[in-house]
């Protein structure tokens, strides 16, 4: 691949890196590489163990502004155990619009996570469909926390 993809489809393998919120945004990271800016990134997990540790679950819900937390991370006094995962959704959701399918949260619980609750996995891809076009181009990474999705080079375009 050479160009950034318009929309990146990633899933979170199995247990347990599919368990929670915070785990499943390792393979929000892995698009991260591979999308074109502002554009979309479509994650899948079944989070049957909820949004993930109660210090990830209290920071995410407390944070009203993802570029306000990244700020305040750099004050030593505001360290939270697990807050390294929000970094790292931090870098994501300000890069893309992230859509996310996961059974278990409520779709009410998923708006106060910097995502686009989906109601079906389907969902997920007819948006992506909708919003960039049939002929977009699109990434799949099926093993997301184990997938090293990079572009080619630009010395090796040619």
């Not at 368990?19 to 591979?34: F, G, H, N, P, Y």
């Not at 399918?101 to 948006?127: C, H, M, N, W």
Request: proline share 6%; aromatic share 8%; hydrophobic share 40%.
């Amino acid at each position: 691949m050479s160009e950034p993809a318009d929309a990146v489809l990633t899933t979170c393998v199995n247990h347990p890196l599919d368990a929670t919120c915070c785990q499943a945004v390792k393979s929000a990271i892995a698009a991260l590489d591979v999308v074109k800016e502002s554009e979309s990134i479509v994650l899948y997990a079944e989070c049957n163990q909820g949004i993930g540790s109660g210090p990830f679950t209290d920071l995410i819900l407390k944070a009203k502004d993802l570029k306000q937390f990244a700020h305040d991370i750099y004050d030593f006094r505001n360290f939270v155990i697990d807050q390294w995962q929000l970094e790292e959704l931090a870098k994501a959701a300000q890069k893309a619009g992230i859509y996310f399918y996961a059974e278990g949260i409520s779709k009410d619980q998923q708006t106060d996570l910097f995502v686009e609750p989906l109601d079906t996995p389907q969902a997920g891809v007819e948006r992506v469909l909708e919003k960039h076009g049939s002929d977009a181009p699109i990434v799949a990474i099926p093993d997301g926390p184990y997938i090293l999705a990079k572009l080619e080079p630009e010395e090796l375009k040619s």
